[in-house]
């Protein structure tokens, strides 16, 4: 099949000219008689609107809130763009909530924010939240996204996850049990080194560690993390507490020597084919800077590298997070939960890694279009205690 052509940038500002918005409501219940307005709005909305007031807890079955999320960013850090504010990333949430109608049926919503205040994000989707079944926080810069997301998590009823996070990192595991499936190698006993300590990579290096693999080194721009290193933030002295448990010291030359997977989630050309020719035999990389990735795949390959994966759409293996967020919160609504926990996580991960039967290094994750992903993901997510 022939690769689309792509379009260049005036394409696709016309395209969005023309199409405005991608997203709208729609009526669920009927206005055709008076009935319908009686029922519906006055007077027989006053009798729900006093039961709600006394069993707020049947708004989940009685209101929007049933189907609803709200996707929700800062502008502080859109896809490769870095801090453009929230018109930049109104178009970024609403492809989201595209996504989640087409995909899973959510009613999702774009909700951008003029403020790029920690307390002031926390309090304005707190007074929200009643409205919402779920709160799916995107394009928040680190370490701004790690304080909102907790306080969200703890303040609410409802499953708050911050996408960029836990999404990205549930289909770099998946993504990772199968590239070890085509390397025959056993993944909890790879040594794995992520360049990038941002929210991706943090994500990335604690459900790693969640799912058993040990061997794990970080690497922020000062080199890799390591207990006892100065001038680390909190959220990466936690890190460097738990990961490269031998300390070693040095940039990414040192630390990738006689590695067995690379996972790049910091930016265009960190990785050389020099890096690659110091890994292990059968070496995995991941190259999921956008939209440049760290090293382009077939550099990697020439270098040795056995298994490749990016997150663009134009080379095999896109580790992209629409494989997963759809049915996590497809799920989560579902069954009503209130947190997505590490278990929700890797039941995902494995669902998600078994949809490909037969691995093979042009072949470790599903397809985007594969009609399956929202169902499965879902059913372990509702399977998840």
Same mark, same amino acid.
């Given at each position: 099949?022939?690769?689309?052509?792509?379009?260049?940038?005036?394409?696709?500002?016309?395209?969005?000219?023309?199409?405005?918005?991608?997203?709208?409501?729609?009526?669920?219940?009927?206005?055709?008689?008076?009935?319908?307005?009686?029922?519906?709005?006055?007077?027989?909305?006053?009798?729900?609107?006093?039961?709600?007031?006394?069993?707020?807890?049947?708004?989940?079955?009685?209101?929007?809130?049933?189907?609803?999320?709200?996707?929700?960013?800062?502008?502080?850090?859109?896809?490769?763009?870095?801090?453009?504010?929230?018109?930049?990333?109104?178009?970024?949430?609403?492809?989201?909530? @595209?996504?989640?109608?087409?995909?899973?049926?959510?009613?999702?919503?774009?909700?951008?924010?003029?403020?790029?205040?920690?307390?002031?994000?926390?309090?304005?989707?707190?007074?929200?939240?009643?409205?919402?079944?779920?709160?799916?926080?995107?394009?928040?810069?680190?370490?701004?996204?790690?304080?909102?997301?907790?306080?969200?998590?703890?303040?609410?009823?409802?499953?708050?996850?911050?996408?960029?996070?836990?999404?990205?990192?549930?289909?770099?595991?998946?993504?990772?049990?199968?590239?070890?499936?085509?390397?025959?190698?056993?993944?909890?006993?790879?040594?794995?080194?992520?360049?990038?300590?941002?929210?991706?990579?943090?994500?990335?290096?604690?459900? @790693?560690?969640?799912?058993?693999?040990?061997?794990?080194?970080?690497?922020?721009?000062?080199?890799?993390?390591?207990?006892?290193?100065?001038?680390?933030?909190?959220?990466?002295?936690?890190?460097?507490?738990?990961?490269?448990?031998?300390?070693?010291?040095?940039? @990414?030359?040192?630390? @990738?020597?006689?590695?067995?997977?690379?996972?790049?989630?910091?930016?265009?050309?960190?990785?050389?084919?020099?890096?690659?020719?110091?890994?292990?035999?059968?070496?995995?990389?991941?190259?999921?800077?956008?939209?440049?990735?760290?090293?382009?795949?077939?550099?990697?390959?020439?270098?040795?590298?056995?298994?490749?994966?990016?997150?663009?759409?134009?080379?095999?293996?896109?580790?992209?997070?629409?494989?997963?967020?759809?049915?996590?919160?497809?799920?989560?609504?579902?069954?009503?939960?209130?947190?997505?926990?590490?278990?929700?996580?890797?039941?995902?991960?494995?669902?998600?890694?078994?949809?490909?039967?037969?691995?093979?290094?042009?072949?470790?994750?599903?397809?985007?279009?594969?009609?399956?992903?929202?169902?499965?993901?879902?059913?372990?997510?509702?399977?998840?205690?």
């Amino acid at each position: 099949m022939a690769t689309p052509r792509k379009k260049t940038t005036a394409q696709v500002i016309a395209a969005y000219k023309r199409q405005g918005a991608r997203i709208e409501t729609k009526a669920r219940a009927p206005l055709a008689q008076k009935s319908d307005f009686s029922l519906w709005y006055t007077p027989g909305v006053g009798a729900a609107a006093a039961h709600l007031a006394r069993k707020p807890k049947d708004a989940r079955r009685m209101s929007v809130k049933k189907n609803s999320i709200a996707v929700v960013s800062d502008g502080s850090a859109v896809l490769g763009l870095g801090n453009i504010g929230p018109y930049g990333a109104l178009p970024v949430m609403e492809g989201k909530a @595209l996504i989640f109608k087409e995909r899973a049926g959510i009613d999702a919503w774009p909700i951008v924010l003029d403020t790029q205040d920690s307390e002031e994000i926390v309090r304005i989707v707190k007074a929200i939240a009643p409205a919402f079944g779920g709160v799916n926080l995107e394009d928040i810069a680190a370490p701004k996204c790690f304080e909102v997301e907790h306080a969200l998590i703890e303040a609410l009823d409802i499953p708050v996850m911050h996408d960029d996070q836990h999404g990205t990192a549930i289909v770099v595991l998946a993504g990772l049990m199968n590239a070890a499936k085509v390397v025959k190698k056993d993944l909890k006993k790879l040594r794995i080194v992520i360049s990038g300590a941002g929210a991706a990579g943090m994500a990335i290096a604690k459900l @790693l560690f969640a799912y058993g693999v040990r061997d794990l080194i970080v690497l922020d721009r000062a080199g890799a993390l390591y207990a006892g290193r100065g001038n680390l933030t909190p959220a990466k002295e936690a890190l460097a507490a738990c990961t490269n448990p031998h300390k070693i010291a040095g940039g @990414l030359g040192e630390i @990738l020597e006689g590695a067995d997977a690379f996972v790049g989630v910091s930016g265009k050309g960190v990785m050389s084919a020099a890096h690659v020719r110091l890994m292990g035999k059968n070496a995995i990389v991941f190259a999921l800077a956008n939209p440049d990735p760290e090293i382009l795949p077939a550099d990697a390959k020439k270098a040795g590298a056995a298994v490749v994966a990016t997150g663009r759409s134009d080379f095999p293996n896109q580790i992209n997070n629409a494989l997963v967020y759809p049915g996590i919160f497809r799920g989560a609504l579902d069954k009503g939960v209130r947190k997505i926990t590490e278990e929700t996580k890797l039941r995902a991960a494995v669902a998600l890694a078994a949809l490909v039967a037969h691995p093979n290094a042009e072949k470790i994750v599903p397809d985007l279009l594969d009609r399956r992903l929202v169902k499965v993901v879902a059913g372990a997510v509702r399977g998840a205690s």
